[in-house]
């Protein structure tokens, strides 16, 4: 009889890990992926909730659209608007499931003297991230706010985020966007350099709406075919952010374990990093409104198109 029974328990576990669906998943090294670390610390150890899964982290946007136009990944934690370009190029192959991050991107200062967007008027202004969302994100606060770029505030370009920290240290007046965790990273290096303003609350303030960095993303034909794999999906990706929120030590340590960021990085910026999983009509809602103002100053800046219902993956 226990042979009998162990038999069972050995077929009923091979069956399991026949019907348990292989899913890729593709992610950018940063606040993008830090939801995702419990989940991917968890699929080392088997399959969850009934999906197998493999991980690819990867530093630019740039590795990430190739694996998805080929389709050598199912899902993707990818910049918000890029959602959308990618829809318009792919003729529609591609729908939003969630979003994954908020706003992270900061106004730090070399000093102590802005405390208002107003403040920061005749002052120039260090930031990366030209022709993508922190230009947007950046000139739409600036001229809600009543500054004119060029006029009452300058905008310097740099090609990388260390190039900002590093105009920062070499001005004591300076001021910089940062990205966290390199906001977080650039504070560790000089400890005059401090948080003045946090873009997301002035945006929340001046648009009404949250201020969006990271979606996730789905091939359509793999979620068609796929459904009840997707919706495991999500479930665990919220287990997974649930965790990131409730043991952030944790997940510092998770998050440096998968070469995110380093763990004493994280530690200090996941509170800023605004990590949360947002679907269905609310995220809807939210990334067809951001997307509606990236699309009024730069119809380039979603693909040339706000993209259609389908875009959207609602579960329904």
């Known amino acids: 009889m226990k042979k009998f029974i162990a038999y069972i328990m050995v077929l009923l576990i091979a069956v399991t890990a026949l019907s348990a669906a292989d899913v890729a998943v593709a992610a950018l090294r940063g606040p993008t992926a830090m939801g995702m670390v419990y989940m991917m610390n968890e699929s080392e150890k088997g399959s969850v909730n009934g999906n197998n899964y493999t991980f690819q982290l990867e530093g630019a946007a740039d590795a990430v659209v190739p694996l998805v136009v080929k389709g050598d990944v199912d899902i993707a934690a990818i910049p918000g608007n890029l959602s959308s370009v990618l829809y318009a190029r792919t ?141 495991a999906f999500l479930e665990s990706y919220k287990d997974s952010v649930d965790y990131t929120s409730a043991d952030p030590d944790g997940a510092a340590a998770l998050i440096g374990k998968y070469g995110i960021v380093p763990e004493k990085v994280a530690a200090s910026a996941l509170p800023y990093c605004q990590v949360t999983l947002i679907t269905g009509e609310e995220m809807k809602e939210a990334l067809s409104e951001y997307l509606g103002i990236l699309f009024a100053q730069n119809p380039q800046s979603v693909g040339g198109a706000l993209p259609g219902e389908d875009f959207y993956y609602t579960g329904e």
Not at 94 to 119: C, K, P, Q, R
Not at 159 to 179: I, R, T, W
């Open 91 to 231: 003729n529609g192959e591609v729908e939003v499931v969630a979003i994954n991050t908020l706003g992270v991107l900061y106004i730090v200062e070399n000093g102590n003297s802005v405390n208002s967007v107003e403040d920061l008027r005749g002052r120039t202004i260090y930031s990366a991230g030209k022709g993508a969302t922190p230009e947007y994100a950046l000139q739409y606060v600036l001229s809600s706010s009543g500054l004119e770029v060029g006029k009452d505030v300058f905008i310097e370009w740099k090609s990388e985020h260390a190039e900002c920290v590093a105009a920062l240290n070499a001005d004591p007046d300076g001021v910089a966007m940062l990205p966290q965790p390199f906001a977080t990273t650039a504070m560790m290096s000089n400890p005059d350099i401090r948080i003045a303003l946090d873009l997301n609350d002035i945006w929340e303030e001046n648009v009404g709406s949250v201020l969006i960095t990271g979606v996730t993303i789905a091939r359509r034909d793999w979620a068609d075919e796929n459904p009840e794999a997707l919706r």
